[in-house]
């Protein structure tokens, strides 16, 4: 189903989006969750959070590349500063302590006007929740080519069933979060 983003927002979305064309090879899936995606965003307050589904490691020069893009976007949009980016590697999707080999991994993040390449973020069961139940899905890379489909809402390749959540105290991975799960379409 398509649909329409707020009307601030929108042409910060289209320079997102844009801007991330060189470092395509990266993305796999990109998402708006939270209050856009509830329906419920306050252009003077909501933060407008967005998580890319990435592959492959970042370079340093690609990294230096993903700051300027938002140290560009922040001076070009008013809202700018309230871009809220989480960089997850797709291995990690849904998960909400994600860790290699013990420890755990650092992705980048834009968040509050600021740019980290490295940073654990604060990936939680709500946030998968809402992406899969009610996530834009602003970016998808078709299997074949670049081809990519934008503003849709109720598609976002997680499976219908099977999937559980706030079990053991919260302190696990979703388990709809198997490679199985996001290789599909």
């Known amino acids: 189903m398509e649909v329409t983003l707020p009307g601030a927002v929108q042409p910060l979305i289209d320079a997102y989006l844009h801007a991330l064309e060189p470092l395509d090879d990266h993305f796999y899936r990109v998402y708006i969750y939270g209050s856009i995606a509830l329906g419920a965003f306050e252009e003077k307050q909501s933060d407008i959070d967005i998580v890319a589904i990435t592959l492959g490691e970042w370079s340093p020069l690609e990294l230096k590349q993903l700051a300027e893009l938002h140290a560009r976007l922040i001076k ?3 809202l700018g500063r309230r871009l809220a980016v989480f960089y997850v590697p797709v291995g990690y999707l849904g998960c909400m302590h994600p860790r290699r080999n013990g420890e755990k991994i650092h992705f980048p993040v834009a968040h509050d006007g600021k740019f980290s390449p490295s940073s654990r973020g604060e990936l939680n069961a709500v946030m998968w ?3 899969k139940n009610s996530g834009i ?3 998808r890379k078709a299997k074949s080519s670049r081809n990519r489909k934008r503003y849709c ?3 976002t390749d997680f499976p219908d069933a099977g999937y559980g959540y706030w079990m ?3 302190a ?3 388990n709809f979060a198997s490679h199985h799960c996001i290789a599909s379409t």
């Open 172 to 174: 696990f991975a979703i």
């Open 168 to 170: 053991k105290r919260g």
């Open 137 to 139: 899905r602003l970016l």
């Open 153 to 155: 809402a109720g598609e």
């Open 129 to 131: 929740w809402i992406i």
């Open 76 to 78: 070009e949009h008013p």
